[in-house]
């Protein structure tokens, strides 16, 4: 069993940044690939990035690449995202989640966290 909380987002102007965080706790934390995911309202769940368990292989989706950064220090069980040049449609509520294989789909995901609400204002 992992359990995961999120924090780190919050209201920003278009054009600045916010890190999210995303604290594991469970003795096997750091053998789980970790995603980022994000749902605006009236809209699905989406991709928005994955690291592996070592930390040496990334994933992100095309519309945030270049500009957020996925990372995972497993020393203190904990998972960034970086998001720079925010745009008002990254707006979401943000959800970190946790996964035994690389993937990209939601349904891969076991474990997830509450979600923590980015405003991104023009």
């Known amino acids: 069993q992992v359990q995961l909380v999120e924090s780190g987002g919050g209201l920003v102007l278009a054009g600045g940044s916010l890190r999210l965080s995303c604290a594991a706790s469970g003795r096997t934390s750091n053998l789980y690939v970790m995603g980022w995911f994000r749902q605006a309202p009236g809209k699905e769940r989406e991709f928005v990035a994955a690291i592996s368990q070592s930390g040496k292989t990334t994933n992100y989706a095309e519309n945030v690449k270049g500009r957020f950064t996925i990372s995972r220090d497993n020393a203190k069980d904990t998972l960034y995202l970086q998001m720079n040049k925010l745009k008002p449609e990254d707006t979401a509520v943000y959800y970190c989640?946790?996964?035994?294989?690389?993937?990209?789909?939601?349904?891969?995901?076991?474990?997830w966290g509450q979600g923590t609400q980015v405003t991104v204002s023009s």
């Open positions: 989640a946790a996964s035994l294989v690389m993937s990209l789909t939601t349904g891969a995901y076991r474990f």
